[in-house]
């Protein structure tokens, strides 16, 4: 299963790739919104700018769900190896080319209930990852707070 899971993860970083290389061939100046899409049925995951006048596509065959009943928990490994090739071409600069311009965001389909998940949005002045940046930050700050008023109330 591992096996499947980085190929996938593989297959995911070379779309991206192709979405760059059809776009500098296009002779797209700047792009602002990627959206990602999921056919559960048949595979195939895809990458369309915000006009929609450019969508690569490829079909990962460990993907491929036949049996309607497994189509939600396979959808949840589906975007969990995106979301891990994602941090892979985030930690590659992927997004630091010329092609992408700020405000960028990307966003990734949910094929069952047509709703959106960001999975990056990049401003002139932050960068926000949907996951785990701020994942402990209420956590730390009960911490923080818990440590100040101590030290006040100790004056």
Known sequence: MEQQSNKAK????????????????????????????????????????????????????????????????????MKEDIKEAFKLLCDKQYFDRPLFLPPLSVLLEDPLSSSMEELLLIDDLWVSLNDPLMKDLDRDLQDFFGKLMSNYSEE
Request: no cysteine; charged share 30%.
């Open 10 to 77: 593989g297959l995911i970083e070379t779309l991206f790739e192709e979405f760059y290389s059809a776009a500098e061939e296009a002779g797209m100046l700047s792009v602002h919104d990627l959206y990602l899409r999921i056919v559960p049925a048949a595979g195939e995951l895809s990458i369309s700018d915000e006009e929609e006048s450019l969508t690569v596509s490829k079909v990962i065959f460990s993907w491929i769900v036949e049996d309607e009943r497994e189509v939600e928990a396979r959808l949840r490994e």
